[in-house]
């Protein structure tokens, strides 16, 4: 019965993660967006800026989501924006992700001279607001497309990331294990991914998550400033060009209303599954 | 308390100190010549080109060596001179900008006030009453997953379009110019409302999350536990515990102004509101690149200037800090 | 065997390392073969410190520490590898002491990742099991499970294991025993004994005096990072000597007689604290004269292998 | 006067109930300093808390409490908060991080005892003494507790705890957190509290059985969620009954003992899990003079006055 533990813990968390709602929710919204933006810009019909109808015609069998004043397809631009917005956070995420881990990691387990250093430069551009940084560097740029605008936004999004994983490292670093891996001789190096790593492997997820929401959030605002990809559609350039053109006097909701609402439903879907993660790594927070 | 504030002023100078060098070092750094690249998008004849590139590359001081340039850059700045405006020539810069303040304050500092204040609240009460809770917690993740946009176009769309409620953009009607009089400041807290509303909204969501997570936080704490553990009624245990949540939520404040600035500037963007976010849009079509430089370095200095007053009621609140027992 | 020469623990703290914090402060004793020698200091005392320096966990300010003649701030690479090969520590937390996330017996694969490569598995698992067996612990029982399936005692005995499956000469025991169970302690304690019987030496370091007299020949009490008193323990603990060292002798709850028995100490003695100049233990001594807020005393030989380091002396 | 009948407080767990403390019968006499003792799991900390604080995941699951010829009502959150602080009081495992750290220690005080319907003013001067008693200056009612040392905050949270003279204080691992000679004068100023009446009666909830040997007038010895064996601490000491004391106090080392001359031994084997427990006596697997009677739980009877034990080897 004893050998049957190892199997009780992971069904344990096999057990909550089943259990709670939140996670189920988050996930399944989350996965429908993912199977969309996949599957989506294979059933579009019409090239997104193809003038392919009637000019700003409400949904039709036609046009799903009807179309724009210039009588472009929505749903066509919403299945391909779908699926870059999608890819931006997702690039976007795992840049930032990588950065606060690299600098959290270093710092953390380093100390001294250089985490202060790292330090200072965290708060720095934690203070800076990130989206004017990203404004001023993407109205220079000619040529913007979706992997500079994921590199940049990942670039400014680490701080509070690197800042949660120093102080994480910290209390990890001063467990015993950590130094009798030391004793044994093993590497810096190693001691930080074989020994400090694996155990905020929980963690990281959850930063990844919320990593994940803002950086589909601040392309959003990138974009719908007039400052996404030059070429190529994305949900905030779809707003961007519905408010533009005056969508809103107009009352053309079909136009208005789809591409933010998606967006909120994604980084929703987001934070709810990162809430649900957190009860269930964190057993203070599940309901008895 | 001095090592404290001392510390963080330092940081802050080290901010400013990089915000402008970001600032100056952009234009000049990043691939592709932005002089050309300017004339080319205006796109004017070929003489007058001429004149725009010699203005451009005066006006960008480009003709004498780098740390020159750099120095120079300062010494503008320090007199208040950010260029001149493309979009709105030949006014400069700062007077644009100038009167683009008034706009943003008079949207912020309510939006942010009230709903970190309404915020609190509600997530205090959230974290004791469980019908409360159960609505709150997935409204208030919803909001704060909305874009900033999104929800100021939801609300211009139906109360505005649909509904016809409030008007959906400018600050005041075309009707009417700007004086002091009731119906004038009537015009402009109604198109003042809509924008007020879907910032207050996105920003009330988060915080009352915050709260209703610190709360929940403190009143499984130590202190609390011995309190109970005496008998005290609830009331002054949850007195403590909304006291000591409200510290990091100050903190949170602090965090959280970069993602209000963006805020602010989308939502301002749908409600053609003219604070520096509509600037910036009009900017960025423009081509406007010096008035983008010099919004960039307002939305920095108020930032910073935010940030150290919350530092200041931070230090007032938590003893910890006053006593120098925190270095962060 | 192992050789302290004034060492010294200086920690920066603060921004930019700005405020220092002297835990340990010219410290020299000596650990001799097969010899079992107790550090003993209150909370901040610095003896962790020390045992953290020795194992070089953290770098020593100034001072020297030898190990059969080598410096051991001079090692590095394969030979610091060669120095973990002969010295060896267990710590106070068995639970800390594992990655929780993985099987314990990981620990012993680490030492045939990082010293033995070369040897077979079949032969690396007889050694692994006769470690085992001499901690007394039963291979079968406590191979292959996650920490907190085991107790904190199999733990520390499986930390020991782990150190016998090297050429340990030396073994820092930092506290083994403060978080077990008073049912599981003396049995730890115990195989301390043992192992010194195979010939090790062993630098057991503790809070808790009783533990100190049951196991070892000498003691070293430490007092805010000085040695206080040092010198055979039955000497230490019969006739202390410092001021310091009688105060903790009344203090410590003993089995043999009550406090009721002794004198009182004065209470607000043991109560007060501030860090004056000259010796650290002026402001709370009885016997405190002028000489003792101005100078430090140094460690002098009260009588053979007895040091202290008292003015009133 | 202190009566606890057949008390059985188990933790809801997602696997069951753990079966923390199983009927537990005992008396503690005014005046009386008891000192509860066992190893880590073996529902000590339980027993105390369920006096005065029972809440989720501990759940009651029977017996009585009588303080004072009065019943008390533990399963109630809401009845028992008339009794708590001012006739069952606690100084907690946690002393150091008790109070709250953004109020001065003197108004948290107040609003304290304002909240129980005391009134702040009158209590002062009695206040002060305390501090005095406890060698801590006046000025301490103006700090904030991150300005305290640890000794302090602890002996801060003793007068705290002890302010309005209740007659049962539990004391739950004071001593754990302090160095030797703090421990010392903090274990004194609780048989002060005694004889001076600012409790009645005392339990002091300890895994340091010296500690106990020093100040606690009777031990009570736990072991897995029973209680094993309580008498007077000369008793248990010179003439302990059950097995488990026994053997406890066998393993400890006493200055004066070395292991050359004396070689003492622990316990071998480990408590049964709380989840299942084994039917019978719960020590039966570790005992080393068991026999077939031991499957059946032996009670907990007096065999000498103020001398209870629960084995069948000793009746």
Redesign the interface.
Do not use: C
């Given at each position: 019965m004893e050998q049957e533990q190892p199997k009780k813990v992971r069904s344990e968390f096999i057990f909550f993660a089943w259990r709670n709602a939140k996670l189920r929710i988050g996930v399944s919204i989350l996965l429908v967006f993912i199977v969309f933006a996949v599957v989506g810009p294979f059933l579009v019909k019409y090239d997104p800026y193809e003038y392919s109808g009637p000019m700003g015609a409400p949904p039709s069998r036609e046009h799903w989501f009807g179309t724009t004043i210039f009588g472009q397809d929505v749903f066509s631009q919403f299945a391909l924006g779908t699926r870059s917005t999608l890819t931006v956070g997702l690039l976007g995420g795992c840049i930032g992700t990588m950065v606060g881990i690299l600098v959290g990691l270093l710092g953390g387990y380093r100390g001294g001279m250089l985490d202060e250093f790292l330090n200072v430069i965290t708060n720095i551009i934690l203070i800076i607001p990130t989206l004017a940084v990203l404004i001023i560097i993407a109205a220079y740029l000619e040529v913007r497309g979706i992997l500079t605008q994921s590199l940049f936004i990942g670039l400014t999004a680490w701080p509070w990331a690197a800042r949660a994983i120093r102080a994480q490292t910290f209390s990890l670093r001063v467990r015993e294990f950590v130094d009798l891996a030391r004793i044994t001789g093993r590497s810096s190096l190693r001691i930080v991914l074989t020994e400090i790593a694996p155990n905020m492997m929980s963690y990281l997820l959850l930063v990844f998550i919320l990593q994940f929401g803002g950086a589909v959030l601040n392309a959003a605002t990138l974009d719908f400033i007039g400052l996404g990809p030059t070429k190529g559609v994305s949900l905030g350039l779809i707003m961007n060009n519905a408010v533009l053109w005056a969508a809103l006097q107009l009352g053309m909701w079909w136009w208005l209303l789809p591409p933010g609402a998606t967006i909120a439903a994604i980084v929703g879907a987001l934070y709810i599954t990162n809430v649900g993660l957190d009860e269930i790594f964190n057993p203070k927070l599940r309901e008895m | 308390m001095g090592r404290y504030l001392g510390r963080k002023l330092l940081i802050y100078a080290l901010t400013f100190f990089l915000a402008v060098t970001i600032d100056w070092m952009i234009p000049r750094f990043m691939p592709g010549d932005p002089v050309s690249l300017m004339i080319a998008r205006i796109g004017t004849r070929p003489e007058a080109a001429e004149v725009l590139r010699g203005y451009f590359i005066q006006a960008f001081g480009l003709d004498v060596p780098l740390w020159q340039q750099y120095l120079n850059f300062w010494k503008a700045l320090f007199q208040g001179d950010l260029g001149v405006s493309i979009w709105l020539y030949p006014q400069p810069v700062i007077k644009i900008i100038q009167r683009a303040i008034p706009y943003d304050l008079f949207i912020l500092l309510p939006a942010i006030l009230l709903s970190w204040f309404a915020g609190n609240h509600v997530g205090a009460l959230a974290a004791r009453a469980r019908w409360l809770d159960n609505t709150l917690l997935p409204v208030g993740y919803l909001l704060t997953a909305t874009p900033y946009m999104w929800l100021a176009i939801l609300l211009a769309w139906s109360l505005g379009n649909v509904a016809g409620v409030f008007p959906i953009a400018g600050a005041y009607s075309f009707s009417i110019r700007p004086h002091l009089s009731l119906r004038f400041i009537l015009d402009l807290l109604h198109h003042w409302f809509l924008p007020f509303l879907s910032l207050f909204l996105v920003m009330f969501g988060g915080w009352a999350i915050g709260m209703r997570n610190m709360i929940i936080y403190e009143m499984e704490s130590d202190y609390s536990r011995y309190l109970e553990a005496l008998g005290t009624p609830q009331k002054l245990i949850r007195k403590y515990a909304f006291r000591n949540a409200m510290l990091p939520q100050i903190t949170g404040l602090a965090l959280q102004l970069g993602g209000i600035v963006a805020g602010a500037v989308a939502t301002e963007v749908v409600f053609a509101y003219p604070g520096i976010g509509y600037i910036i849009l009009n900017a960025v079509q423009n081509q406007d690149y010096f008035l983008l430089q010099g919004c960039f370095l307002f939305i920095i200095i108020g930032v910073l200037l935010a940030n150290f007053l919350i530092d200041i009621v931070y230090v007032i609140v938590d003893p910890r800090t006053r006593l120098g027992m925190t270095g962060e | 065997m192992l050789s302290l020469e004034r060492v010294t623990k200086v920690y920066r703290l603060?921004?930019?390392?700005l405020q220092k914090l002297i835990a340990v402060r010219d410290v020299s004793f000596e650990i001799g073969e097969r010899e079992i020698v107790s550090l003993i200091g209150?909370?901040g005392s610095g003896k962790s410190t020390i045992g953290?320096l020795i194992?070089?966990?953290t770098p020593i300010t100034s001072g020297t520490i030898r190990f059969e003649g080598t410096d051991v701030s001079t090692l590095n690479g394969l030979s610091?590898?060669e120095y973990?090969r002969r010295v060896?520590?267990v710590?106070?937390?068995p639970f800390?002491?594992?990655?929780?996330?993985?099987?314990a017996d990981r620990?012993f694969r680490?030492?045939r990742d990082?010293?033995y490569p070369q040897v077979g598995m079949r032969e690396w698992n007889e050694k692994v099991e006769g470690a085992l067996r001499a901690v007394g612990l039963n291979p079968p029982d406590v191979l292959?499970?996650?920490p907190h399936?085991l107790?904190g005692?199999q733990l520390q005995r499986f930390?020991v294991a782990r150190a016998l499956l090297l050429d340990i000469r030396l073994l820092i025991a930092d506290e083994i025993i403060s978080m077990l169970?008073?049912?599981?302690?003396?049995?730890v304690?115990?195989l301390l004994?043992d192992l010194k019987a195979r010939g090790l030496s062993i630098l057991f370091i503790t809070?808790d005096?009783?533990?100190g007299?049951?196991?070892s020949e000498r003691a070293i009490i430490l007092y805010r990072g000085r040695i206080a008193e040092m010198g055979p323990t039955d000497k230490i603990?019969n006739r202390p000597l410092h001021p310091y060292t009688e105060?903790?002798?009344?203090?410590?709850?003993?089995?043999?007689r009550?406090?009721e028995e002794e004198g009182?100490?004065e209470?607000?003695a043991?109560?007060t604290?501030s860090v004056p100049g000259g010796c650290v233990y002026a402001d709370r001594c009885p016997k405190a004269m002028d000489i003792c807020t101005r100078e430090e005393p140094e460690l002098k030989e009260a009588e053979t292998g007895h040091f202290v380091a008292c003015w009133a002396r | 006067m202190l009566q606890v009948e057949n008390l059985t407080v188990y933790y809801k767990t997602i696997r069951g109930y753990v079966q923390a403390l199983e009927k537990a019968t005992f008396t503690l006499a005014d005046g009386e300093i008891m000192g509860l003792a066992g190893e880590s799991g073996c529902g000590k900390t339980t027993l105390g808390h369920s006096l005065i604080y029972l809440r989720p995941p501990m759940n009651y699951i029977g017996g009585r409490v009588v303080l004072d010829g009065q019943e008390l009502p533990i399963w109630d959150m809401e009845k028992m908060q008339e009794f708590r602080y001012r006739h069952i009081s606690l100084i907690p495992q946690y002393a150091m991080n008790a109070l709250n750290p953004t109020r001065k220690i003197g108004k948290m005080i107040a609003e304290l005892l304002e909240s129980r319907g005391v009134s702040y003013s009158e209590i002062l001067p009695e206040l002060k003494r305390r501090l005095d008693l406890v060698q801590l200056t006046q000025d301490v009612l103006k700090m904030y507790p991150i300005e305290l040392s640890g000794g302090m905050k602890q002996r801060m949270v003793m007068v705290i705890s002890t302010l309005l003279n209740p007659s049962l204080l539990i004391a739950d691992e004071i001593t754990s957190a302090l160095d030797v000679s703090t421990q010392k004068a903090v274990c004194e100023m609780l048989v002060e509290f005694r004889d001076r009446g600012f409790v009645k009666s005392t339990i002091i909830i300890t895994h340091d059985i010296s500690i106990l040997y020093q100040i606690a007038d009777s031990i009570m010895v736990m072991y897995a969620g029973q209680l094993s064996e309580k008498a007077p601490t000369e008793v248990v000491f010179q003439d302990p009954r059950h097995p488990y004391t026994r053997m406890l106090i066998g393993s400890l080392p006493k200055v004066g003992v070395r292991y050359q001359e004396e070689r003492l031994r622990g316990i071998p084997g480990s408590p049964p899990q709380l989840l299942n427990p084994p039917p019978g006596c719960r020590f039966r697997d570790r005992c080393p003079v068991a026999f077939g009677r031991c499957t059946e739980v032996p009670p907990f009877l007096e065999i000498s006055p103020g001398h209870s034990v629960a084995c069948w080897r000793a009746f």
């Open positions: - | - | 603060g921004a930019f390392g209150e909370s953290k194992l070089r966990l610091l590898k973990y060896q520590g710590f106070q937390d800390a002491s594992f990655n929780p996330i993985f099987k620990v680490m030492v990082e010293f292959n499970k996650f399936q107790s005692g930390l169970d008073a049912s599981t302690r003396v049995d304690l115990n004994a809070h005096l009783s533990l007299y049951y196991i603990y105060m903790l002798m009344e203090s410590v709850p003993r089995l043999d009550k406090w009182r100490i209470r607000k043991a109560l604290g | -």
